[in-house]
């Protein structure tokens, strides 16, 4: 499909309004599928507690080897079964430490302190965990917060279509960041779609990865976009390999970036206030690179961290009155997104006031 891409940015009172927030979260986040952890950081018979906007979400893959998540919320009186602190905890029964309602893995109550004195007849059956749609894809655990999200093979219709090898490898995590951005999510996700800025804020980081411009490629899928440059490293032999390096920006706020080596990274720019983000980022690779995970891991936050200074200095810019510039050909991808971001939005939003 081609760029139904808008020609203006979106209105900076986008930016800097909660009722807008409140609607992103309801009407466009909620479409969609959220990586929540490495699939391999969750081996059979474990189970994890993690956030997802503000929603707590138990993970369990259980003996039988499937993956599923949870609200993390006993069906009795709403008390959580883990805490996110705890991480990865081997566990074959779920008991809620308020009245011990027991659960297996797969979400079924096994037993409940006390059956007989319930004042009605107690079902057991009539009593699983909430279960939310659940899924691993390249190498990642995603989990579907809303009850109507757009398919997730959809969502990654173009990764699925020009890197489906490397996310079908079972990869292992190499290295996690985690830091707090002082800007809105919007501009840290409109930032990472921006190959116009590439060449001048990061000429000897990521710009050495991506090469010149001249050799820049985009396409458009229906909810993807993908910017691809020749792969420059050399082989041992030093002869030129002959390879992409992708990066993929998908709707709501993620980018996955493809290296023909055999790495994945994702990263994420989760809503925290209205004026802060947080930015996730996986490395994740062969078993054999483990060692290597720091290192690389450093690499990028060397241009993320370039990368930090810009937003927030945006961040500031983006106040009362501010009208934003043309949009340049190499901002087609942040255009892309942002058509997404109104097509999922107008309808809840104030007429007039999105962009056409
Ligand atoms: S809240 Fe879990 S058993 Fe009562
Ligand atoms: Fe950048």
């Known amino acids: 499909m081609e760029s139904t891409a808008t020609a203006a940015f979106l209105p900076t009172e986008l930016y800097r ?3 807008v927030a409140a609607l992103e979260r309801e009407h466009y986040a909620s479409r969609f599928w959220h990586p929540v952890a490495a699939a391999a950081d969750l081996p059979p018979g474990h189970v994890r507690a993690v956030e997802l906007l503000g929603m707590p979400v138990l993970l369990c893959h259980s003996g039988s080897g499937v993956v599923r998540a949870f609200r993390n919320r006993c069906p009795h009186r709403a008390v959580a079964f883990r805490e996110p602190s705890e991480g990865t905890v081997a566990c074959r029964r779920l008991v809620c430490p308020y009245h011990g309602w027991t659960y297996d893995l797969d979400g079924a109550l096994l037993a409940a302190a006390r059956e007989a004195e319930f004042v009605e007849p107690f079902d057991r059956g009539a009593w699983p965990l909430e279960g939310l749609g659940c899924q691993v894809r390249a190498s990642l655990i995603w989990v579907a ?12 219709d173009l990764p699925l279509r020009e890197a489906a090898a490397a996310l079908a ?11 707090n951005l002082a800007c809105n999510w919007k501009i840290a996700h409109d930032n990472t779609l921006d190959d116009y800025h590439v060449a001048i804020a990061h000429p000897t980081t990521l ?6 411009v001249r050799g820049y490629s985009h396409r458009f899928g229906t909810w993807a976009n993908v910017l691809s440059t020749p792969w420059l490293e050399t082989a041992a032999d030093s002869a030129r390999v002959d390879a992409e390096f992708l990066t993929f920006g998908l709707p709501p706020w993620n980018h996955l970036l493809v290296w023909p080596d055999g790495r994945l990274a994702m990263i994420q720019f989760l809503p925290k206030e209205l004026n802060s983000c947080t930015m996730q980022v996986w490395l ?12 690389l891991m450093a690499e990028m936050v060397r241009f993320l961290n370039e990368d930090r200074a810009l937003v927030e200095s945006a961040q500031q810019g983006y106040g009362e009155g501010f009208r934003t510039g043309p949009p340049h050909r190499l901002e087609a991808r942040i255009l892309h997104q942002q058509a997404i971001y109104a097509a999922l939005l107008g309808p809840w939003y104030a007429s007039g006031r999105m962009p056409r």
Do not use: T
Not at 145 to 156: K, M, N, R
Not at 169 to 179: D, M, T
Not at 207 to 212: E, K, N, S, T, V
Not at 284 to 295: Q, W
């Open 207 to 212: 710009h050495r990865m991506q090469g010149p």
């Open 169 to 179: 490898q079972p990869l292992v995590p190499l290295a996690f960041h985690g830091q």
């Open 17 to 19: 309004s909660e009722a």
């Open 284 to 295: 994740l690779g062969p078993e054999a690179r483990r060692v290597e995970g720091e290192a």
């Open 145 to 156: 917060p809303g009850a109507d999200p757009i398919p997730l093979d959809e969502q990654l």
